[in-house]
T-cell receptor, first 113, second 110 residues
Framework: NAGVTQTPKFRVLKTGQSMTLLCAQD?????MYWYRQDPGMGLRLIHY???????AKGEVPDGYNVSRLKKQNFLLGLESAAPSQTSVYFCASSHNRGTGELFFGEGSRLTVL | DAKTTQPNSMESNEEEPVHLPCNHS???????IHWYRQLPSQGPEYVIHGLTSNVNNRMASLAIAEDRKSSTLILHRATLRDAAVYYCILRDSGNTPLVFGKGTRLSVIA
């Protein structure tokens, strides 16, 4: 059981470039989330999804887009990267019932020069 | 969202109990108290959660004040592997996304 897998693990971009982070989960979870974490800070929610085909904005959605075309995948896109988007990005998933425990991926470290 | 207040950092000796406090004076009746921890260079992991009664699991215990305005995460015997940032989070019954604060950074001394 892989759990939550994020790709890529590391990426360096130049300002203005675009990229997509992929999150895949094999636990049949309904909910998926994208967070970012800056040094010394807690995690901040970017976007989330409560099911296939749905997305919603979190605390810091500006500059990002997301898609949930398949239940197991949640994509985070940066159309025009900026240095302020240098961060570690974490994906998570959870059931919509029970404890609602979130399972996190290992993170993707993005640097924008 | 109701907020939580935690100390920035705490220190413990190995193999001693650790009590991590959390204040949440504006908690609502439907808010669950969740604890997650984040080990160095890893994503957060679930530790425990509760509503009103004290809770125990294999990782920790959660003691909730009678008025629910504060709670304490208890690690019964700290190990070096318990060194992490611990987050206390309120979450209502609607499975809304977790909102993280800065948490408490726990250092464990051998």
């Amino acid at each position: 059981n892989a759990g939550v897998t994020q790709t890529p693990k590391f990426r360096v971009l130049k300002t203005g470039q675009s990229m997509t982070l992929l999150c895949a989960q094999d636990m049949n979870h309904e909910y998926m989330y994208w967070y970012r974490q800056d040094p010394g800070m807690g995690l901040r929610l970017i976007h989330y999804s409560v099911g296939e085909g749905t997305t919603a904005k979190g605390e810091v959605p500006d500059g990002y887009n997301v898609s949930r075309l398949k239940k197991q995948n949640f994509l985070l896109g940066l159309e025009s990267a900026a240095p302020s988007q240098t961060s570690v990005y974490f994906c998570a998933s959870s059931h919509n019932r029970g404890t609602g425990e979130l399972f996190f991926g290992e993170g993707s470290r993005l640097t924008v020069l | 969202d109701a907020k939580t207040t935690q100390p920035n950092s705490m220190e413990s000796n190995e193999e001693e109990p650790v009590h991590l406090p959390c204040n949440h004076s504006t908690i609502s009746g439907t808010d669950y108290i969740h604890w997650y921890r984040q080990l160095p260079s890893q994503g957060p992991e679930y530790v425990i959660h509760g509503l009103t009664s004290n809770v125990n699991n294999r990782m920790a215990s959660l003691a909730i004040a009678e008025d629910r305005k504060s709670s304490t995460l208890i690690l019964h015997r700290a190990t070096l592997r318990d060194a992490a940032v611990y987050y206390c989070i309120l979450r209502d019954s609607g499975n809304t996304p977790l909102v993280f604060g800065k948490g408490t950074r726990l250092s464990v001394i051998a």
